[in-house]
């Protein structure tokens, strides 16, 4: 039997970066979901890299969902036209990866991995949907099907910011085709007010991060951690294969 730590993490950008380092230093997690990556445009600077480089992991894989002004969204960071999206990093090699495209319109997309553990290959993915401030979205609904759609029924994992509440239809289709790990929906934003313009959230009282998995993997011990390292907190699950 193998346990292995899984954390999914929206970053903001990676703004306050010794924090985030310090957190995984300290709880040593196997495999990262993280959303809210950032990489310069030349392909330089890409956050997850960065975490993996300082903290000895063999994999990380990047996907770009959209460019947007680096200065606008996370205040501490310089001002520059940046690429974001989501990465997964392993302490094991990474033996393949996917992108899956889940909307033409406010595109996202499902980053997929394939990461071998204790004899079996598991499908890690990690995703960061539309943000509507908490409001009911036809677009990020039909991603959260598309997601459904795309998982398959045995081995995998999901680590994603899906921007929406636990009573929300986004997160009632994913729990129709994955197990949810936590069912108290402790909150996990927003730790900085900046996090958004529009909700400006005044302390942590929301629930918009998950971790998915299917129903022949063995879980235990989801806990919501605590961490300046972003306006999300990240979260954790233990896999036992």
Wanted: proline letters at 6%; glycine letters at 4%.
């Amino acid at each position: 039997m193998e346990r292995i730590k899984i954390v999914s993490w929206n970053i903001w950008g990676g703004q306050y970066l010794p924090e985030i380092l310090e957190f995984l230093s300290e709880f040593k997690p196997e495999i990262i979901c993280l959303q809210e990556v950032v990489q310069d445009l030349d392909g330089r600077n890409n956050t997850a890299e960065t975490i993996a480089r300082h903290l000895g992991y063999k994999s990380s894989y990047f996907t770009p969902t959209y460019e947007i002004d680096a200065r606008k969204y996370y205040p501490k960071l310089e001002p520059r036209v940046v690429s974001m999206g989501n990465a997964i990093i392993s302490r094991n090699a990474i033996q393949d990866f996917k992108v899956h495209p889940l909307s033409e319109e406010k595109r996202r997309f499902l980053l997929e991995a394939l990461i071998p553990a204790n004899g079996q290959m598991l499908h890690v993915f990690s995703t960061h949907l539309l943000h509507t401030h908490q409001n009911p979205s036809e677009i990020q609904e039909l991603q959260a099907k598309r997601i459904s759609e795309i998982i398959p029924k045995q081995h995998a994992i999901l680590g994603a910011d899906l921007n929406a509440i636990p009573e929300s239809a986004t997160v009632k289709t994913l729990k129709q085709a994955m197990v949810n790990t936590d069912t108290a929906f402790a909150p996990t934003w927003s730790v900085y007010p900046e996090g958004c313009p529009v909700c400006k959230p005044q302390t942590i009282d929301t629930r918009l991060d998950y971790l998915f998995v299917t129903k022949d993997l063995k879980h235990h011990s989801f806990k919501v951690h605590d961490s300046k390292g972003s306006d999300h907190l990240p979260i954790s699950v233990v896999l036992e294969l």
